[in-house]
């Protein structure tokens, strides 16, 4: 079993739809980044976070860290939201364990 | 643009040859992470450097190195490459020593190895 596990795996969704993609890992952790790789492969940080919930125009993560589980959601979506979401956790040791990732299609 | 570069962007080369792949950090940050990014194993740590020392190692294979210089550039060495060291390359670069802070990636380089 992974440390961290995303679900889904693939999601496609209309134009508007409100998304939500799931991250549940199974060590203690100090930390749990959201990342955004576009289609061309860059990466870019979205969300790092160790409790509550953050904001960021229509993107929302939100973490739990009792039940060791984190959500991300996408308000209003849109085709340019189509990427994969990578889910990262920081635990004892200075590095990332990363999930699988969810590729997220948005069609218009 | 994340302020992190990355050279070459692509790279394209034999079986058993070595390469190096370079990284500049944002200005001011004094950490750099090396991840591999393959099709069958997604994203996977490689090496952390902070002020020019090794701070974290991952599952870095003995036939790969990296250093951190005085001006904060990092290089990451590849030897004796195989086909299956074919993958994407990124660096990331943060302000500290710890993971805990957000990281800013590099656009990455596509090592090629045929």
């Known amino acids: 079993k992974n440390e961290v596990e995303q679900s889904p795996q693939n999601l496609t969704a209309q134009e508007g739809e409100f998304i939500t993609i799931n991250c549940s890992y199974s060590v203690g952790i100090s930390a749990l980044h959201w990342l955004q790789q576009h289609p061309g492969g860059g990466i870019v940080s979205l969300f790092m976070l160790s409790s509550g919930k953050k904001k960021h125009g229509r993107l929302i993560a939100t973490i739990n860290i009792q039940e060791k589980h984190s959500s991300l959601h996408i308000t209003a979506s849109h085709p340019r939201d189509s990427a994969v979401y990578i889910c990262?956790?920081?635990?004892?040791?200075?590095?990332?364990?990363f999930g699988q990732g969810t590729r997220l299609t948005i069609n218009p | 643009d994340s302020g992190v570069t990355q050279t070459p962007k692509h790279l394209i080369t034999a079986t058993g040859q070595r390469v190096t792949l370079r990284c500049s950090p944002r200005?001011?940050?004094?950490?750099v992470y090396w991840y591999q990014q393959s099709l069958d194993q997604g994203l996977q740590f490689l090496i952390q450097y902070y002020n020019g020392e090794e701070r974290a190692k991952g599952n870095i294979l003995e036939r790969f190195s990296a250093q951190q210089f005085p001006d904060l550039h990092s290089e990451l060495n590849l030897s004796s490459l195989e086909l299956g060291d074919s993958a994407l390359y990124f660096c990331?670069?943060?302000?500290?020593?710890?993971?805990?802070?957000?990281?800013?990636f590099g656009p990455g380089t596509r090592l090629t190895v045929t």
């Open positions: 200005s001011g940050d004094l950490s």
């Open positions: 990331a670069s943060s302000p500290l020593g710890t993971a805990a802070y957000e990281q800013y």
């Open positions: 990262a956790v920081k635990g004892g040791a200075q590095k990332l364990v």
